[in-house]
Structures are given as structure tokens and as C-alpha cells.
């Protein structure tokens, strides 16, 4: 069947038409969705009525459920093990807790799951209650990122790999609140995605810590200039939500971040992740 798609900006992201993810999903429609999927990075659905039951399967389309080592206090009701792969992102309160994990303001970029040895390859995200301003996704293309980067910078980080490391419930660099991560890890500046062939920047500002081999006084201002050349508003799409949105999107070629957002205002959103099925290279 041909889909009906809307290109949300140059680089990244498109809007797929009529598609109803909470009713079974085709084999032929599911490998349709999978290549838009990994044509444009991110897809977004809107008008969902989704149970958290629904989110699941709808992730089965696009791979394996990831697991999630997020605190037991961030899932849903009956979702209690992080076998069952959902968790919730809120800023809602509950006798002065937030019911969901990263509740408030901006975030920097990064992509999901970097400080794994073997990193979740997407992120499925259902919005329930958003606020009426702030709170938005900024996705930014890796591959269009990698091949318009400064030749000095790219041929510098060309074969390298990074080091990574996240604390859980940080949204900027340096924040050390929330849980300790599970891990850190090591992979490539530059990734060449599994399905595509393609390489694209592979660091990123929230998790990125350095470059093996090199010292920081080296390593540094070349993750600086790919950080700042990543960010750059034409290699990205900025997603206003509303409620039943939901967006998927390929890690290992995007990164994304969060805009801020009024603390007094609900936030829910319901985040699944794809499990990853090879070591980044």
C-alpha cells in the first residue's frame, strides 16, 4: 500500500497519514513503516488513542521491546519489570514525587541508551498530557551532520571512539542527581548504521566524555565543534506536541533534546525503547 507522507522538515522526520497503530498492523504495512522509518528517522503518528498495551505492540513493528532499568516507581501500574520494557516521563507529583522519570525543564541533546554496551536502536514516545507551551523534541540528523562536518574535525575523530556516561534523571552535562547509570561505555565518534550503510555523528553533548587516547585539551574542542555543528537549526525538526502524538525515532543516526517548559504545568508521556541487536561500529 502506498502511505500517505508529510516531510516535517529538509533533513528529518515525516508525518505518516491514516495509519491507526492501536488495530493490528500488517506484515506489508510493518516493512513499509520500517523503510520510512529508516528513510526519515523519525516518524510521527498523530491522533493515537493508545492503551499502554497498544504502545507495546505498536513498538513490536519497528523490533524487540528494550528493556529498562529504569526505578520500579517510573512505570505504569502492572507494568513492573523492566522485562515489561514501558516507563513514564512526567513531571506530575504524587505526595511531592514525580510518578515519572526526567520530570522537569530542558534537556540537553543525546541519544537514548549511549552509555550501553549495546544501545536500544530506537525510542517510541506517546504523549498523554502536554503542556500549552515548551516541553517540545528537537530531533538533529547524524548523517547530514557527519557529511557536512569540517574535513580537519572529521578526519581528526575519523576511527576514533568515545566514552560515554549517564546518571539517570540528569538532563545536563554535569548534574549528577538521580540514580547511577548502570554503565558507561565506548563507541564509535562516527557510527555506521547496521541497515543503511551510512555514517553519522555518534557523540553527544549531555553523555559524551571524551575520546579514547587523547587527552581533554585534545579531545574537547573537536567535540565542541561537532557538538555545535550537529545543533544547527538546519539539520534539525522541532515537534510542538499534542496529546496522541506519537513519534519513533532511529537513535543510532538522531540525537534529540527537550525544550523547557513551565514547572506547574502536567507533562505525561509513555516512552518505549527498540531493543538494539548489534555492538555499534
Known amino acids: ?23 493490528p498492523v500488517s506484515a506489508e504495512l510493518a516493512d513499509e513503516l520500517h523503510q520510512l522509518w529508516l528513510k526519515h528517522l523519525v516518524l510521527l503518528f498523530r491522533g493515537q488513542k493508545l492503551t499502554q ?12 521491546v528494550g528493556k529498562l532499568a529504569r526505578p520500579k516507581a517510573f512505570r505504569p501500574s502492572g507494568f513492573d519489570s523492566m522485562l515489561d520494557g514501558i ?42 498530557e502536554v503542556p500549552p507551551v515548551g516541553g517540545n523534541t528537537v530531533f538533529a540528523n547524524g548523517y547530514a551532520a557527519y557529511e557536512t562536518l569540517p574535513a580537519d574535525v572529521r578526519d581528526a575523530l575519523e576511527g576514533q571512539r568515545a566514552t560515554h556516561h549517564y546518571n539517570y534523571g540528569s538532563t545536563k552535562k554535569g548534574d549528577d542527581k538521580g540514580v547511577a547509570a548502570f554503565s558507561e561505555s565506548t563507541h564509535p565518534v562516527f557510527r ?12 553527544n553533548r549531555l553523555m559524551t566524555t571524551g575520546v579514547a587516547g587523547m587527552t581533554e585539551a585534545q579531545s574537547e574542542p573537536l567535540l565542541a565543534a561537532v557538538f555545535d555543528h550537529s545543533e544547527k537549526p538546519e539539520f534539525t525538526y522541532e515537534h510542538v506536541w499534542r496529546p496522541g502524538d506519537l513519534l519513533v525515532w532511529d537513535n543510532r543516526c538522531s540525537m534529540h533534546a527537550r525544550t523547557d517548559f513551565p514547572a506547574g504545568e502536567r507533562r505525561l508521556m509513555l516512552r518505549t525503547t527498540i531493543e538494539g541487536d548489534a555492538r555499534p561500529s
Open 1 to 23: 500500500m502506498a502511505l500517505d507522507v508529510t516531510l516535517l522538515s529538509k533533513h528529518i522526520g515525516a508525518e505518516v497519514h491514516g495509519v491507526d497503530l492501536s488495530k
Open 192 to 203: 555506521t548504521h547496521e541497515e543503511t550503510g551510512r555514517k553519522a555523528v555518534y557523540v
Open 53 to 64: 498495551q497498544d504502545l507495546l505492540t505498536a513498538t513490536t513493528v519497528f523490533g524487540e
Open 87 to 128: 516507563m513514564l516521563i512526567s513531571n506530575i507529583r504524587e505526595n511531592g514525587e514525580p510518578i515519572g522519570s526526567l520530570p522537569d525543564g530542558e534537556m540537553m541533546f543525546h541519544h537514548d541508551m549511549l552509555h550501553a554496551a549495546i544501545p536500544h536502536k530506537g525510542t517510541c514516545l506517546y504523549s498523554v
